[in-house]
């Protein structure tokens, strides 16, 4: 749900790259020919992630009848993501993209792997194109599995051609319990429509964040227990509101829809919390 700068690298060349090293004449000779059809599934592919239409990109088991499914995903796993395949360099560079190496889906864990948006097993021929391929962590990658979206609120946001970071849209609220807790939900802006509302939820649902910032959240409190305990011994509820106020405001000024912003908003305007539901 968080933009990256898109790769530069473009789909021809980063297929011509992985293949250069295959061995078996015939099989080179094979992919090679398929090379027109991967430029021309990623321009496709370009054209409807720009108009948020994913869906419409059809699915299929080959590319061009030509070269098969899992000769594609062969092709990704030992000649991209291999350590020692010739395309390993642009699978890297790919990976550095997510601005300080969080993941774009959950925002929270480091990157780890290249996530295919749509999944190689039911689109071959974006098997290694690199606008279908982002950083993403091995959790997030796992939960979005392999499948195929079928309508447009089903399209997991790209983080390459979606910027839904100029509206709020996570939030939070103070359960009242011993210990004190925060759940996370999303909150829909007034300029979403329908289908962005529901893109929201699936990817919030699909992905778990709301127990995994919870979770987070919990550690949290945990850690300015004692701050907070502080202000309230110097200056009572006011004293501890006008310290959550602050971190609350300095965490929305670095990030807009973090985890952190939603909890601080959430406690700072919580008169129970403030009143000592900390403790």
Known sequence: MWTVERPLFGASETFTTCISRVRDTSLRAKLASVEPLIAAAAAEYEAKACAHHLNEVATSVSVGGVVSKDEMIKVYDQRMASKEGPGRAIYDQIKLLPQGDRCPFCDQRNVSTLDHILPKTSYPSLAVTPLNLVGACMECNKAKLSKAPQNPADVIFH????????????????????????????????????????????????????????????????????????????????????????????????????????????????????????K
Do not use: K
């Open 159 to 278: 983080p390459y051609f979606d910027d839904i970071s100029g509206n709020q849209w996570l939030t939070a609220r103070v359960v009242q319990q011993s210990p004190c807790a925060v759940v996370f939900d999303i909150t829909r802006p007034a300029t979403w429509d329908d289908t962005i509302y529901a893109r929201a939820i699936m990817q919030f649902s699909l992905l778990d964040l709301a127990r995994l910032y919870s979770s987070e959240a919990a550690r949290e409190l945990c850690n300015i227990r004692y701050n907070l305990e502080m202000h309230y011994n110097a200056g009572g509820a006011a004293s501890v509101q006008n310290e959550l106020v602050r971190q609350w405001q300095s965490r929305r000024a670095a990030r807009l829809n973090s985890w952190q912003t939603a909890m601080y908003e959430a406690i700072a305007h919580d008169s129970w919390f403030c009143c000592g539901g900390f």
